[in-house]
């Protein structure tokens, strides 16, 4: 065999093993999202509101949704995050309250919270929701989540709210 097509072969065998290893890494990058059942013994007094219609230039809406840990065990709070840009949440327990925390995606994360609710313990959850992050091109209807991740029990509690965005 000739040296060209030993260097030809050898430069197909490499970009081979190139494209088949980043196919790999990439899969393992995305990966399948944890999966969760809804986490039981957390109640909402209310998980959702309609806001109807909401002025695009009018400021940030802000509601609150009280939960409550129904149950004789204590709940472990691990993560707050919200399914768009546009929605930021908080959650406060006993006089504390976290930080505001947005959606996660493009490599982003939130830090865990690893908040304790005590049995038969009264929080809030407080949204945010900015009619104004899509701009112009963000009128219109809009159904929006917020998600709280527990890790024992583990489940996700999902607090909804909808509305349209109008000019």
Do not use: W
């Not at 030993?6 to 065998?13: S, Y």
């Not at 109807?52 to 809406?61: A, E, L, Q, S, T």
């Not at 982003?108 to 304790?116: A, G, L, M, R």
């Not at 949204?127 to 219109?140: E, I, N, R, W």
């Amino acid at each position: 065999m000739g040296k060209d097509v030993k260097i030809f072969l050898g430069m197909i065998g490499f970009t081979f093993l190139l494209v088949v290893g980043l196919a790999f890494v990439q899969g393992r990058e995305k990966g399948e999202p944890e999966k969760f059942s809804d986490v039981l013994g957390l109640v909402a007094k209310t998980e959702y509101y309609d806001l109807g219609d909401v002025p695009i230039n009018r400021g940030i809406v802000t509601k609150e949704y009280e939960v409550e840990n129904n149950t004789d065990k204590v709940m472990k709070l691990k993560k707050i995050a919200t399914s768009c840009m546009c929605t930021k949440a908080s959650f406060e327990i006993e006089g504390k309250k976290t930080k505001f925390f947005g959606m996660e995606g493009h490599g982003d994360k939130n830090p865990p919270v690893n908040i304790e609710i005590a049995p038969q313990t009264q929080a809030k959850v407080i949204m945010q929701f900015d009619p104004a992050a899509h701009g112009p091109q963000g009128v219109g209807p809009f159904d929006r989540s917020v998600l709280l991740t527990f890790s024992d029990p583990k489940g996700v509690k999902e607090l909804k709210f909808s509305g349209k965005v109008i000019n």
